[in-house]
């Protein structure tokens, strides 16, 4: 884990090192002063040397600005280094996150994969900075105050590094107590972030049913939960931190003791003694800075074992050297294809189909019989177990990812919105689009004229997931997506379904339009938008039931017939 983590500093490895030698000359200036005290107290001040003690002084403030200084670049420049680490992996998990397969989003929360993202990494940027800064500069000082210790009597160190075993036995006791209590503080972050993600977006629903008593009750249980590991949390930081302070305190009284002792006793000077008690004040702060440090370390360190987590799930998978899509035509040939959910629901069972270039297919039946399966598996939203799916005679898993996609428009039931503007929504279809093609689409499309009412336009803001639109207008930005993409192959899975009946013949016209010498998939429950399809396939839980055109499927009487007619 710690080797993954170190892996980040690359980037920026001369800025790092800058503040490691930035830490290592702050230690030294911290090491000089006590040893300047020393002197002053037993050379300068007993033999009334005016001259040195006025040197001394300029030395000792040359040495504070010198400090401050240091000190100003590892606060601004450590914590940059921290804060561009942080950034790093935050865009290196949402990259990753676009190549995971639809089943992720399906299995996880909205709100707990943002809390990984934003929560569990704020900690990284202290513990990138402070981490290795305070780890160095301790070490420097442990190290350096212990040989001068030594220097000024070698009885009185040891007593001092007597408690030290108790120290660090009390501190990796700590440890694993300190783990699962940030680990589970983290989880549970996540959980009242899903909470409250899931209740906030929901709250029209809530409103409409009168239920706000109900949606308060499960985010106080979610909160509560959170509130008790926090809770727990910091029991165990107080223990820690009260333990570790207790230890401090002892050094202190020992070093005051035994120090003064050794004065009375003539074995050390008064210059000594003053000397003694600073560099033990000094032994301290290291190791203070290593306490601090234990606390960063875990609380980190969680966050970043949560962010592998993510970092180790599989991508979407594609061949080692996948072909390009180009020039389609549309041919789309479904051999013997069968998927199961992940909850063992078995949605088609060895489904063979022909779709040939430039036509429209419509696909109709019962819920559940996988029609909007099938729809996700053309393009690969989904890995269908066995069979195969074919374009222009290529199987699609063999054809790059983006390619596949690329040649496909895709307008389902459920709209997506970003927050944003007209614009930048129908932009979607093509980011490079110039502002006549945007138009063009939008004129398609049948939502120009209500676009160009609006005070702003195009650049008109719309709201998270297009609040401030209706579902019809939802519907026709989307299918706007699809006329700027201007893709071989479409799929319609219920994409008329929010518009009114007016509306929708005014779009099911421009389909139509987009769809000549294109092959289209359409599903569709008003068949009424299906009509004039090529072929329509009845599609129920033992496959394909019946196919042919809409005259010929309501001759033969059977299935399509009977949802016809009610």
């Given at each position: 884990?710690?080797?993954?983590?170190?892996?980040?500093?690359?980037?920026?490895k001369k800025l790092f090192i800058l503040d490691l030698l930035a830490a290592f000359l702050f230690a030294l200036c911290n090491l000089v002063y006590p040893m300047i005290t020393r002197n002053i107290m037993d050379d300068v001040v007993p033999n009334k040397d005016l001259k040195m003690l006025l040197l001394f002084t300029i030395v000792l403030i040359g040495i504070f600005i010198f400090k401050a200084g240091l000190n100003y670049f590892m606060q601004y420049w450590g914590h940059v280094v921290g804060v561009r680490m942080q950034a790093d992996m935050r865009g290196y998990v949402f990259t990753h996150l676009q190549k995971l397969p639809?089943?992720?989003?399906?299995?996880?929360?909205?709100g707990i994969t943002m809390s990984r993202i934003i929560n569990d990494l704020m900690e990284i940027s202290e513990l990138a900075h402070h981490g290795p800064e305070d780890l160095?500069?301790?070490?420097?000082?442990?190290?350096?105050?212990?040989?001068?210790?030594?220097?000024?009597?070698?009885?009185?160190?040891?007593?001092?590094?007597?408690?030290?075993?108790?120290?660090?036995?009390?501190?990796?006791?700590?440890r694993k107590k300190m783990n699962k209590a940030f680990m589970e503080t983290r989880v549970k972050t996540g959980d009242v972030n899903a909470t409250l993600e899931n209740s906030i977006a929901g709250m029209k629903v809530t409103k409409s049913f009168c239920t706000e008593n109900e949606e308060l009750k499960k985010f106080i249980e979610s909160n509560d939960v959170f509130k008790k590991a926090r809770e727990s949390a910091y029991k165990v930081m107080a223990e820690y931190f009260s333990g570790m302070n207790l230890f401090m305190d002892i050094l202190e009284l020992i070093a005051l003791v035994a120090g003064g002792y050794f004065t009375y006793l003539g074995k050390i000077t008064i210059g000594d003694f003053a000397a003694y008690i600073l560099y033990v004040k000094m032994f301290i702060e290291p190791i203070k800075k290593l306490i601090n440090f234990t606390e960063q370390y875990q609380s980190g360190m969680t966050g970043f074992e949560r962010f592998t987590e993510i970092i180790n799930e599989e991508t979407e998978k594609e061949i080692e050297n996948p072909v390009e899509l180009k020039d389609v035509k549309g041919r789309i040939e479904i051999e013997n294809i069968s998927f199961t959910y992940e909850d063992e629901t078995r949605v088609l069972d060895g489904l063979s189909l022909s779709i040939q270039s430039g036509k429209t297919v419509a696909l109709v039946g019962?819920?559940?019989?996988?029609?909007?399966?099938?729809?996700?598996?053309?393009?690969?939203?989904?890995?269908?177990?066995?069979?195969?799916?074919?374009?222009?005679?290529?199987?699609?898993?063999?054809?790059?990812?983006?390619?596949?996609?690329?040649?496909?428009?895709?307008?389902q039931q459920d709209v997506f919105l970003f927050?944003?503007?007209?614009?930048?929504?129908?932009?979607?279809?093509?980011?490079?689009?110039?502002?006549?093609?945007?138009?063009s689409a939008a004129k398609?499309?049948?939502?120009?004229d209500f676009i160009k009412a609006l005070p702003d336009g195009y650049d008109t803001y719309i709201g998270e997931r297009g609040v401030k639109l209706s579902g019809g207008q939802k519907q026709r930005i989307s299918i706007s997506r699809i006329f700027l993409k201007n893709p071989p192959i479409i799929i319609l899975d219920e994409a008329t379904s929010a518009l009114d009946n007016v509306t929708e013949r005014e779009i099911q016209e421009s389909l139509e339009e987009l769809s000549k010498d294109r092959t289209s998939l359409v599903v569709a429950h008003r068949l009424s938008t299906i009509k004039n399809a090529d072929e329509i396939i009845v599609l129920t839980e033992n496959g394909v039931e019946e196919r042919g055109t809409h005259d010929e499927l309501i001759t033969k009487k059977g299935v399509y017939s009977t949802l016809h007619s009610k």
């Open positions: 884990m710690l080797k993954e983590f170190v892996k980040y500093y690359k980037p920026y639809n089943t992720y989003f399906d299995n996880n929360k909205t160095f500069i301790s070490i420097i000082m442990l190290v350096g105050s212990f040989f001068i210790l030594l220097d000024i009597n070698v009885i009185l160190t040891i007593l001092i590094f007597v408690v030290l075993p108790f120290v660090v036995w009390f501190a990796v006791a700590q019962p819920s559940g019989g996988g029609k909007t399966t099938l729809c996700n598996l053309i393009p690969r939203f989904y890995e269908f177990e066995k069979g195969d799916i074919k374009i222009d005679g290529k199987s699609i898993r063999d054809i790059s990812l983006k390619s596949l996609r690329k040649n496909i428009g895709v307008v927050t944003g503007t007209i614009k930048d929504n129908i932009l979607c279809g093509k980011p490079q689009a110039t502002d006549d093609e945007v138009i398609k499309a049948r939502i120009h």
